[in-house]
Structures are given as C-alpha cells and as structure tokens.
C-alpha cells in the first residue's frame, strides 16, 4: 500500500490521557476502541522525569468494496 491509499484510508486515532483505567468493558461501550496504554512515571539519565510507555498495537484500515481481507497497519505508541 502507498502513502496516498494509506492517507486516505486511514481514520484518525485518538490517545485519552487520564490518572484513571479505562473501564474493563471499554470495548463493548466504544465501538472505536483499538487499545489502551499506561504511561509509568520515569527519571531519565539526563536528570529529568517524566512518564514513559511502549506498546505496539494493530489497526485494521477499512475494507475496500470489492477486497477480500482488510489492511492492517502496526502503530508504535
């Protein structure tokens, strides 16, 4: 897939930042949910602090009229 077909495909996604976990039934009340990922508070080398996380997660693209399988794209949040 190129970046013009990705670009215009691709939905937006949005991060909710909050001091609170989602809810366990998240999926079934948001019908966009894709993932959920917890920033743990860090001290870096550089002498500064801050929150850090790493989680890779897939997003399925729409499907196109007429395509068999949908695309999958992999997002490093």
């Known amino acids: 897939m190129g970046a013009t077909a990705f670009k215009s495909r691709a939905q937006p996604l949005h991060v909710n930042i909050s001091h609170t976990k989602p809810p366990a ?5 948001d019908p966009g949910f894709v993932e959920a990922i917890e920033l743990v508070s860090s001290s870096f080398s550089t002498g500064s602090f801050g929150w850090k996380g790493s989680k890779r997660i897939t997003v399925n693209l729409p499907q196109l009229e007429g395509e068999e399988e949908g695309e999958k794209v992999h997002v490093m949040l």
């Open 25 to 29: 039934d998240v999926e079934s009340t």
